[in-house]
């Protein structure tokens, strides 16, 4: 079953003026996050086959935050099933109260429109499991995820998923705490993945699956089979399938079977 599905790569970053001839030669399912709400809007009318663009406003940039339109966010999420990347960033020259008053709004509009939603937390796991925890949503995953054993519980207890690169991978014990249940894979391309092998692009996720396999005792099959059949419940939850491209959701129809 698995030799029909493609990697399945949660977050990483793709140059808008990237073509989709170019990211389907990749020969994976990419989840293209944005760092702006106008880099977002110059791609939301693109038709790409397997890449799934994310409306995103990044905490580390001054700029995407000051720019933050809470009904200029609302518009766009229309158009997307993918929001990324939001969140906090605790070594952002942003004040992180003007991050938080940020993301919770992002947040209360995803209570009302549910999204997958890749979420930054460098730096300020605590603060952002605490509003996560006051506006709750649907979709979350906690993507570079660091937190501590008793954060990565709360965040558990939210319903929350993890994307894992390969830069997860150095700090292997802290993962062992994720059921696979609850586990995506990414690339973060072109910085969670500096560590892996060539080719480093979105997509090259084998690294990650090999790696994963270890910890968990199992193979890299499985992981790619466990990593689709979570990405197909998280898909149920938040109630976006008809808004991925076709194949996407033919190959969703797949990892069902």
Known sequence: MTRSLPPLDLHAHVSSMTSAADLERLGA??????RTLDEYKSVKDRNDQVTIWGVGCHPGIAEAQSAYDPSKFAELISSSAYVSEVGLDGRSRVPMADQDRVFRSILTHLQETPRILSVHSSGATGRTLEALEDIRVKGAVLHWWRGTGAQTKRALDLGCRFSVNAANMQHADD?????LDRLLVETDHPSGDRSSSSPRQPGAIADVETALARVYGTTAEKIRQQAWANFAHLVDEV?????????VQRMLAVAKL
Request: proline share 15%; aromatic share 4%.
């Open 175 to 179: 993962l062992a705490m994720i059921p």
């Open 239 to 247: 109630g976006v399938l008809s808004m991925l491209p076709n194949p």
């Open 29 to 34: 399912v990419v989840f293209a996050a944005t």
